[in-house]
């Protein structure tokens, strides 16, 4: 509630959403924590969109709470699309692309599109043997 009179702007308000959201998710109040996750994300959008790292990871955030949530396929929208800015912004060598692009994949097999699965897979294997 001590942040929640700041700006929005405020650094730290955005900092005690993003910890509050995290630490909700991590002790099982999962439900309790999508809202807030869900905030954070709009507040990082809306005033640190200078900021596509931060940005990125709260939509990793919200990816991981939508998949506790059995809401998988909303979560599988978030991931490709955390993939796909990722290679724009690293490109596919880099070990973070490397990291979500797995993540991506286990989602793929998770919901049995297997096709997919493979593909991405079999063109992250070769670039992750050479990077890693």
Known sequence: KMYLGRPEIDVMRWAAMGSLGSCLRENGRIAEALPVVEANLALSRRNFSFDEENILTAQANLSACLTDLERRDEALILE?????????????????????????????????????????????????????
């Open 80 to 132: 490709r699309a955390i993939y796909a800015r990722r290679v724009a912004i690293n490109g596919v060598s880099h070990e973070e692309t490397i990291m979500i692009g797995l993540n991506l994949g286990w989602s793929l097999v998770d919901l049995e599109l297997w096709e997919e699965a493979k593909q991405l897979l079999r063109d992250q294997l070769p670039v992750a043997r050479q990077s890693l």
